[in-house]
């Protein structure tokens, strides 16, 4: 009788479980579909503002603004992780987490001083447990991002590298190709371009990686502009909205890609359960079954034992 009672209530207990994770992945496809929307706006967008940077872009020794400086010597290297604030999205956050790491061995390999900012409560907690000192955390942006909260961090992105701390910055932020095709990747957004000895490569990323928008010049020329008004008015324009949108289509990639990886570790959840649900279920039958086949075996012997 035990094992029985212990049985129902653990189908109980499973059987909730599931309802629960089935609302999750029901919410998390919901948010999933405008998380969605909002990526596929935005890239087109980000496609353009490389290229025409790429296209007007000229020798940075005519142009005085404060993101066009390439360094002379790569000494320190600002890099920006995007994970979640919530969990329960399976291995999205320690994917994420991983490919900063990665990275940041690689540079510091390089002679590279990283200095590390970090996007989202997950990346936050998972660096803090390491023992690393971030320079500077976000875990108040919303999973809906908006061009404001971009500032935010791109405010920081400009200060960095303007102002001469870091001589590079990258992004590390998922990319959302569908809701079970999430991987890590990593964007140098600064400098502009590369110069001729980066070891990291002439469009200044690694394997499988995203490029810099390219820089003009000898061995890459592109088509003369008559610029109006002058070059330095129209870049002190554009970059800026580069590096802001460059973090914001981080964000929306990063918010899709978390509803996508939470709706797919819901649906795991809920497949299990209903797995274990069958197995629980296949179990109770058998046990109800020998308990009733016990109960009708005494009553037979209490009957015959009255008959004798």
Do not use: C
């Amino acid at each position: 009788m035990g094992k029985v009672q212990q049985l129902r209530r653990r189908i109980r207990s499973v059987r909730s479980t599931r309802q629960i994770t089935k609302t999750m992945e029901m919410v998390s496809a919901s948010k999933l579909k405008r998380a969605q929307d909002r990526v596929v706006a935005a890239r087109p967008f980000a496609t353009m503002m490389r290229e025409v940077i790429g296209a007007l872009d000229v020798d940075p020794g005519l142009i005085e603004h404060p993101l066009m400086r390439q360094p002379a010597e790569r000494r320190a290297a600002a890099v920006f992780v995007f994970t979640s604030n919530r969990g329960l999205a399976g291995a999205f956050n320690a994917n994420l987490v991983k490919r900063a790491q990665t990275l940041r061995s690689e540079l510091e390999r390089e002679g590279l001083a990283v200095r590390l900012h970090l996007v989202g409560k997950k990346g936050a907690a998972a660096f803090r447990y390491r023992g690393d000192k971030p320079e500077s955390v976000w875990t108040d942006l919303s999973d809906r991002p908006s061009f404001e909260e971009a500032d935010r961090v791109s405010h920081v992105v400009v200060e960095e590298f303007a102002g001469g701390a870091v001589d590079e910055v990258w992004l590390v932020a998922p990319r959302f190709n569908s809701p079970v095709d999430t991987p890590p990747t990593v964007d140098r957004i600064l400098p502009i371009g590369s110069e001729a000895g980066d070891p990291t490569g002439r469009d200044g990323s690694r394997a499988g990686e995203t490029p810099s928008p390219p820089r003009g010049g000898r061995e890459n020329p592109k088509p003369l502009y008559l610029l109006t008004p002058s070059a330095e008015e129209i870049f002190t324009q554009l970059l800026p909205l580069y590096v802001r949108n460059s973090v914001y289509r981080a964000l929306t990639e990063t918010a899709a890609a978390e509803h996508g990886a939470r709706r797919t570790a819901m649906k795991n959840a809920t497949d299990n359960a209903g797995e274990i649900l069958d197995d629980l279920n296949r179990t109770y039958n058998r046990a109800r079954q020998a308990q009733i086949t016990q109960e009708i075996a005494e009553l037979l012997g209490g009957a015959e034992a009255l008959r004798g």
